[in-house]
């Protein structure tokens, strides 16, 4: 995989390509972040307009990134500016890599707090402290741990101590057959623990919920949130997959490759919803309550379900190691970049950039506890700092890289990159490229600020 060095080295397999670029996609944002979101926004017409973003959006734009990445074959920044003079074209494109590299380190800063909670339940799970416990007990267990922000920081420390050693190592091929072995098994279990919740939970509330669309129940907010959720599951919008495309081989359809990784990433997300939501509805639970709900959940299955005291630890092993492929990703640009235009060592850089987040994500940690009550536009530094990043950085980026694929970059060079000809197939993601994607995007944005109801436009 990614090299130690700026020499960039290719994919072994289009299967490498796809492993690394799904274990980039599939992590807490499937099985932690959409739930609570679909949670938050009412259930079905949040899922049926994220599905519709994946698709008409995520889909098209992935495409873009990929294709933009392996034209330029570089770090994201040089690669906008590369590829933007290549076409004719202004050399501030690469700002959209600048923006990109800000968005990863708000995201890995939360996301490092996220993983702390996963090392701590994988902690209860081994101890076989869900075994038969009620709902406020478990409850508890979550209030306990936000209640000692100590001990968060320091399975935060080991989380981004765990991430920058590898970054800072170049990510190597040991990675690649772990995620090999052990993305496999993560969908595995998720398979168990969906049996658990069509036998043992209430299955039918849960698809009710989960897929029975209520308008009335999508606002303008919940849609931004709903666009935000597409770009942050699929890693779009920041540059990464841009990275990774830089390492694809020629003659690899980027089409067929990017459609694969959607589909799996989404089909996660979904199953992750329908293992919840029963478990929710069964216990007499809030599905509205936010950041903890996976963690208020599944150990109610773990603790009354058979073999559970197995796998409980097994699942937050496992979900930890996806939250850990994400996180590297999510590093990863940023070290890139310092390394290939400042010819900086990989090691001390990357070890700067994970204390700088690290520090960061001390806000995180501390929203809820110590600085609960700090609010800005009614939510936490939490809340704010994730806003930023997923719902307005990442779209904004995405918008910008499509339009980068479907405007800058001329007919030959897509064409070219793309490989499937000038027919339907390509036509349609030009279309939705240069059209469709852009223009959601936008009009999602305008929504949410209010814009179209003042302009009474819906
Ligand atoms: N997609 C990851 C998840 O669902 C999170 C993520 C967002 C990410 N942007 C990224 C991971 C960039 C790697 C690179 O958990």
């Known amino acids: 995989m990614v090299k130690g060095t700026s020499l960039r080295g290719f994919w072994s397999s289009r299967l490498a390509f796809v492993l690394a670029v799904s274990g980039s996609a599939v992590g807490l944002g499937n099985i932690w972040r959409f739930p609570f979101m679909v949670g938050e926004n009412g259930g079905g017409a949040f899922v049926l307009f994220y599905i519709l973003c994946v698709f008409a ?220 939501f029963p478990i929710v509805f069964a216990s007499g639970l809030d599905p509205a309550q936010g950041p903890g709900l996976l963690f208020e959940t599944l150990p109610l299955a773990f603790g009354s379900m058979p073999w559970g005291w197995l796998l409980g630890p097994l699942f937050f092993a496992l979900l930890l190691f996806a939250a850990w492929t994400s996180a590297i990703g999510l590093l990863e640009p940023a070290v890139a970049w310092s390394v290939e235009s400042h010819g900086l060592s990989r090691r001390s850089v990357a070890i700067v950039i994970g204390v700088l987040i690290w520090a960061l994500g001390l806000l995180t940690v501390f929203s809820f506890n110590l600085l609960a009550d700090v609010r800005i536009f009614g939510g936490t530094l939490f809340d704010n700092i994730d806003h930023l990043a997923s719902n307005v950085l990442l779209p904004l980026g995405g918008l910008l890289i499509t339009v980068f694929g479907g405007w800058v970059m001329c007919k030959n060079s897509s064409a070219d990159e793309l490989d499937i000809g000038t027919g339907p197939a390509y036509r349609t993601w030009r279309f939705l490229a240069r059209w469709v994607a852009p223009l959601s995007v936008l009009l999602v944005f305008l929504h949410a600020a209010g814009i179209l109801s003042a302009l009474g436009l819906v």
Not at 96 to 120: E, H, K, N
Not at 144 to 151: H, I, M, R, S
Not at 185 to 213: K, P, Q, T
């Open 57 to 276: 959006i995520g889909l098209p734009i992935m495409i873009s990134e990929v294709m933009i990445g392996r034209r330029g074959r570089r770090n994201p920044i040089a690669t906008m500016r590369i590829v933007g003079e290549e076409e004719g074209s202004h050399a501030a494109w690469s700002l959209v890599g600048v923006m990109g590299i800000v968005a990863g380190f708000l995201i890995l800063s939360f996301y490092s707090v996220i993983g702390a909670w996963t090392i701590a339940y994988l902690g209860h799970s081994l101890a076989g402290s869900f075994s038969h416990l009620p709902k406020e007990e478990i409850h508890d267990l979550f209030e306990a741990l936000q209640a000692n922000p100590l001990k968060v920081v320091v399975l935060h420390t080991i989380f981004m101590t765990l991430t920058v050693v590898i970054v800072g190592r170049g990510v190597e091929r040991g990675l690649e057959k772990l995620v090999r072995f052990l993305m496999p098994a993560l969908v595995f279990l998720l398979g168990l623990l969906l049996v658990y919740s069509i036998v043992a939970a209430d299955f039918a509330r849960g698809v009710e919920f989960l897929f029975r669309a209520n308008f009335d129940a999508l606002t303008p907010a919940g849609m931004l949130m709903a666009m935000g959720q597409a770009f942050f599951t699929l890693s779009l919008g920041m540059g990464a997959i841009m990275a990774y495309g830089a390492y694809l081989p020629e003659g690899t359809s980027i089409s067929r490759t990017s459609f694969a990784v959607v589909v799996v990433d989404t089909m996660i997300a979904i199953v992750s919803g329908l293992i919840i």
